[in-house]
């Protein structure tokens, strides 16, 4: 079947790679989704702050309150959390990115194409598209 490819792969090892493939490529995407909730203008003529992505939404006001909670979680689960994530794996299996076959399949997608000295350049490259 689909899944006869993946020879001795765990279900852990199957979900680690799909995960540590999707998240850089989902990160701006759900970033810009996040940040877009607290990026307000104040308008020439007007005291009140107005979402920059529909100036008929109003900043601070009580809906735009209602929706801080999501938008504090999706700063915390995506914007902040996607990277640490991927550092601290990659901090934490440094010492076997490149000799520990398990490591290596779980892990490869995100720094085969690095040196050894610059294993954790995704993340860094992931803020720099961000910024951007």
Sequence with gaps: G????LGSASL????????FALGPLVY???ARATLVLFDCRTLPGSNAAWLKASLVERCFDARWWALF?????????YV???PALILATLRRHRTRLF???????RY?????LMRRPFY???VVLMGKKLAI
Excluded at 12 to 19: I, N, R
């Design 2 to 5: 689909a899944l006869a490819g």
């Design 28 to 30: 701006l995407p759900l």
């Design 12 to 19: 852990s090892d199957v979900l680690a790679s799909t995960l």
């Design 99 to 105: 000799a520990d076959p398990v490591v290596m399949r």
């Design 80 to 82: 902040v959390g996607i």
């Design 108 to 112: 490869s997608g995100l720094y085969k």
């Design 120 to 122: 954790a350049l995704p």
């Design 69 to 77: 909670p999501l938008g504090l979680g999706g700063l915390t689960l």
